[in-house]
């Protein structure tokens, strides 16, 4: 089947191998500030914070985001991150195209085609498993450049019958720069169409003239079938739930001004991680260690002050000195959290359990499927996980909110967790399984040689090998190893294809 894949005139994306990917090693991470907000110097991790932070008047997302802590208070790690990255005016996606050698990152789509096409591949088993359903909607949740798309359209070109059945594409994207170069991607020149009143963009693709759709929010897909036809939804998601917000939390033993117990004896509680900020003086962010008697730290909601224009507000992360409403009643939702000792730290998504459930609704009793392909641990909960990459590096994600990505660690338990709460009895959710796994079984060594065999110069067959074994590598917290991949599919089907079952 595989061999079936003809080449395209991407041959190779290769060339950009020494690129970084989103996936870094958390040990990698700079550590962020620590602080408590009665300003005491407790904390033994105080580091000097990076001097690259710019005024307010050059950064106006940081700025409101100052602003907005100053006169409200702390904000959940989550609100802010939603922030950085999705905020209409300066959020890191709404305005740039990160991908590639002049951006901040790559993904396995943008490494070779290969990768994209395997994922139709994916799809194409899961539609003859189900008998071959003549109505297919595809849809992709987060999809970049449209590059994964495309690839998975042109793999889908040899098998008539299947790609005729591709009636829809949906892309779920919260960026306009991002939907332009899509749209350019998949639909060429055909006009791109904005529905004022239900906020839905549409086109119609270079494959087939396919009918092409953009939404910005989950909850605004359609559901099962339209009004002709019953649809089966396969839906990708790859390097989307690690860009969603987090909250995190820390399990304390004690809730002070709650109960008047002796610390011992008081219920364990969860106490929330809230990002503040603080305007250092110049010369204190020229010393290199903060010691106990010399914070810096002006907790904003108790400055008062307004920001100056060449204030420098550096962000930062600290524990709630008391209960918050998320602490009480996010971890409380599985006992997951809740049989964790004292003093465990979780990162917890509730945007993934929300998305993951509207996901399992689209999957019929007999036909659909969701692959979900991103890096975090298979079975633990992530910790400490949150990163900020810009040009290709780690940097502070509290410095110069909306210039970096910000990506953390999956929780694929938790998404697992999701869609069975969502649909017990529809669906069973396989994996996650290590992408270089998920790969050789879907034929990527085969693939590889063909491509390879397609290049007239050596230099082409050496990018293939490099794009290869840089997808399936898994040495070194390399892509094939650090990447999962994981199926939510009909119950009764059985295994899918890549996760021990065959067609
Ligand atoms: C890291 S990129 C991954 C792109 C692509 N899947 C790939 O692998 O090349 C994350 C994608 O998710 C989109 N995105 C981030 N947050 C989103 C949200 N809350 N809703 C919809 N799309 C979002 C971004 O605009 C971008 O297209």
């Not at 790690?77 to 990152?105: Q, V």
């Not at 050789?440 to 590889?448: D, E, F, L, P």
Request: with cysteine.
């Amino acid at each position: 089947m595989i061999s079936l894949i003809r080449q395209s005139k991407a041959c190779h994306r290769a060339s950009a191998s020494l690129l970084k990917t989103r996936a870094f090693p958390v040990s990698a991470i700079k550590p962020t500030i620590r602080f408590n907000s009665t300003v005491s110097s407790s904390s033994s991790g105080l580091i000097k914070p990076a001097g690259t932070t710019k005024p307010v008047n050059e950064n106006e997302l940081g700025k409101v985001l100052a602003e907005t802590i100053r006169s409200q208070g702390p904000l959940s790690l989550a609100a802010f991150m939603r922030e950085c990255l999705t905020n209409p005016a300066g959020g890191y996606y709404i305005n740039k195209d990160p991908f590639g050698k002049s951006g901040d990152f790559i993904t396995s789509p943008e490494i070779s085609q290969m990768f994209g096409e395997l994922v139709g591949i994916w799809v194409l088993t899961q539609w003859m498993l189900q008998n071959k359903p003549p109505a297919v909607r595809l849809i992709e949740f987060g999809p970049g450049r449209g590059t994964l798309m495309s690839d998975m359209l042109r793999s889908a070109r040899p098998f008539k019958q299947f790609e005729n059945a591709i009636k829809e594409v949906y892309f779920v994207e919260a960026s306009p720069t991002l939907r332009k170069a899509q749209h350019k991607l998949i639909c060429g020149t055909n006009e791109l169409v904005h529905d004022k009143a239900t906020g839905v963009y549409s086109s119609k693709s270079l494959y087939n003239g396919t009918p092409v759709f953009w939404v910005e929010d989950a909850k605004i897909l359609p559901q099962k079938s339209s009004d002709k036809e019953e649809f089966a939804n396969y839906i990708i998601a790859h390097e989307f739930f690690d860009a969603l917000p987090i909250y995190q939390f820390e399990k304390v033993a004690d809730e002070p001004g709650v109960s008047t117990k002796l610390p011992s004896q008081r219920p364990a509680s969860w106490r929330e991680f809230v990002v503040d900020y603080c305007v250092p003086k110049p010369t204190e962010l020229e010393s290199s260690i903060l010691l106990p008697n010399q914070s810096i730290v002006k907790a904003s909601a108790k400055n008062g002050g307004k920001l100056d224009k060449n204030d420098k507000p550096v962000f930062q992360l600290g524990l709630a000195p008391s209960w918050t409403v998320p602490a009480r009643i996010i971890p409380k939702t599985h006992p997951r959290y809740d049989a964790l000792p004292i003093g465990a730290k979780v990162e917890i998504c509730p945007d993934a359990w929300e998305i993951t459930e509207q996901m399992a609704q689209r999957i019929d009793g007999t036909k659909g499927g969701v692959l979900v392909v991103d890096y975090g641990p298979s079975d633990t909960i992530p910790v400490n996980s949150l990163r900020g990459i810009k040009d290709h590096k780690l940097v502070n994600p509290f410095e110069n909110p909306g210039e970096a990505d910000l990506s953390t660690d999956v929780d694929f338990q938790a998404i697992k967790v999701a869609a069975m709460q969502a649909r017990p009895n529809d669906v069973a959710v396989y994996g996650p399984v290590e992408q270089g796994d998920w790969l050789h079984t879907m034929g990527i060594g085969a693939r590889a040689t063909m491509l390879a065999n397609t290049q007239t110069t050596e230099e082409g067959k050496k990018r293939v090998e490099q794009a290869y074994n840089r997808l399936v590598e898994r040495g070194g917290g390399a892509m094939g190893k650090l990447y999962k991949v994981m199926a939510i599919v009909p119950k009764g089907q059985g295994k899918p294809v890549g996760f021990g079952g065959d067609i």
